[in-house]
């Protein structure tokens, strides 16, 4: 039986990625300025006490700065992570702004 390969056409950040260092960025393939990074978030209820949404970040920090988890993700082309509550609710924010944009653009509808 004869092996099918995945070929990579862009990553969808500005810049490329350093695990994938041949593979273009979509912005320099074929559409200038395109920048839709993937990401994962713990998100909770808006009415979440500071000192359990500080806890839960301290834990989920220490977590992803351990050796282990760093080579797993590295393994998978995971890059980033980290960051301040502050900065992933404005990149949410930002993503939803964008996907937005996209949507009303395409006139996609719900059915």
């Not at 393994?75 to 996907?99: K, L, P």
């Amino acid at each position: 039986m004869q092996q099918k390969r995945l070929r990579a056409l862009g990553i969808t950040t500005l810049k490329r990625a350093p695990s994938f260092p041949d593979v273009p960025t979509i912005s320099e393939a074929a559409l200038s300025g395109y920048d839709m990074p993937n990401w994962v978030g713990l998100l909770g209820p808006a009415q979440t006490p500071p000192e359990i949404v500080n806890r839960l970040r301290a834990e989920m920090s220490r977590w992803h700065a351990a050796p282990e988890t760093q080579q797993k993700l590295q393994s998978m082309g995971v890059e980033g992570g980290g960051g301040s509550t502050a900065s992933f609710g404005e990149m949410i924010a930002r993503t939803h702004a964008q996907m937005g944009q996209i949507i009303r653009r395409a006139g996609i509808r719900m059915e």
